[in-house]
C-alpha cells in the first residue's frame, strides 16, 4: 500500500527566506503526487501536481516541487516566502486505480516570522 | 470560479445519533469523495463515488457509514449511531473525470464534535 512520509511536523522561516517542505512516498508504480495547502478554516487548496514529464513542477502562488524517483521524494519550494504563506501543508500521492484516491502525509504547519 | 459546498461547517451531536453530512461538488463533475481528519492526525481517505456507487472505501468506512447522491447536485455521507471516535473534520471532495490528470477539489469541511 502508498504512504507518504512528511518528517517535519512544523517549520519557521522568516519572511523573505526560502522555504523548503520535505516529501517522501512510498508506491510500487509511478506516482501521481500532489501538494496541497489548508488554511484555518479552509479546504485543501492544490499547489501543484505531477504526474509524467518534467520532473520540476511549478505550481501556484510562487511555488514548485521536484520529483525524484531516485530518493523517492517530491520536496516543495518557495524561493522566498510571504506571511500569508503560513498554512499546513499536505503532500499526497494518488492511487494508478479509476478511484484514484489520495493517501496523504501528516502535514507540515509552516510559520512565518515578519 | 465553481467550488465544492458544504454544510453544516460544525455539527454537535450525542454519541448515537445519527447525522447527515453533506456536500454539494463542482457541478460537471463525475467522482465523488469523503476524507476525514481527526485533530493533529492525516487527512485519511473514505470512500469515493461514482456512476451512482461505491467504487472504493477504506477500512474506516463501516455499516455504520453511508453514502448517497439523492438528487442528482447533493453527495451525503450519514453515520448511523455516531461514536466518540467519529469526532473529525469531515471533507468532500469531487473531481471531473478519470484521467491522472483531473485533480480532486475539496470543500471547507465539517467538523463534527460527538459528544
Known amino acids: 500500500?502508498?504512504?507518504?512520509?512528511q518528517p517535519d511536523i512544523?517549520?519557521?522561516?522568516s519572511e523573505g527566506a526560502s522555504l523548503e517542505l520535505r516529501c517522501n512516498y512510498s508506491?510500487?508504480?509511478t506516482p501521481y503526487l500532489f501538494w496541497y495547502v489548508q488554511s484555518p478554516g479552509q479546504g485543501l487548496q492544490l499547489l501543484l501536481k505531477y504526474f509524467s514529464g518534467d520532473t520540476l513542477v511549478q505550481g501556484i502562488k510562487g511555488f514548485e516541487a521536484e520529483f525524484k524517483r531516485s530518493q523517492s521524494s517530491f520536496n516543495l519550494r518557495k524561493p522566498s516566502v510571504?506571511?500569508?504563506?503560513a498554512a499546513e501543508y499536505f503532500c499526497a500521492v494518488g492511487t494508478?486505480?479509476?478511484a484514484r484516491q489520495l493517501t496523504f502525509g501528516s502535514g507540515t504547519q509552516l510559520t512565518v516570522l515578519p | 470560479e465553481p467550488e465544492v459546498t458544504q454544510t453544516p461547517s460544525h455539527q454537535v451531536t450525542q454519541m448515537g445519533q445519527e447525522v447527515i453530512l453533506r456536500c454539494v461538488p463542482i457541478s460537471n463533475h463525475l467522482y465523488f469523495y469523503w476524507y476525514r481528519q481527526i485533530l493533529g492526525q492525516k487527512v485519511e481517505f473514505l470512500v469515493s463515488f461514482y456512476n451512482n456507487e461505491i467504487s472504493e472505501k477504506s477500512e474506516i468506512f463501516d455499516d455504520q457509514f453511508s453514502v448517497e447522491r439523492p438528487d442528482g447536485s447533493n453527495f451525503t455521507l450519514k453515520i448511523r449511531s455516531t461514536k466518540l471516535e467519529d469526532s473529525a473534520m469531515y471533507f468532500c471532495a469531487s473531481r471531473q473525470g478519470g484521467g491522472p490528470q483531473n485533480e480532486?477539489?475539496?470543500?471547507?469541511?465539517?467538523?463534527?464534535?460527538?459528544?
Open chain 1, 1 to 5: 500500500a502508498q504512504s507518504v512520509t
Open chain 1, 10 to 13: 512544523h517549520i519557521t522561516v
Open chain 1, 27 to 29: 508506491y510500487g508504480a
Open chain 1, 82 to 85: 510571504h506571511w500569508s504563506d
Open chain 1, 96 to 98: 494508478s486505480g479509476s
Open chain 2, 104 to 115: 480532486q477539489f475539496f470543500g471547507p469541511g465539517t467538523r463534527l464534535t460527538v459528544l
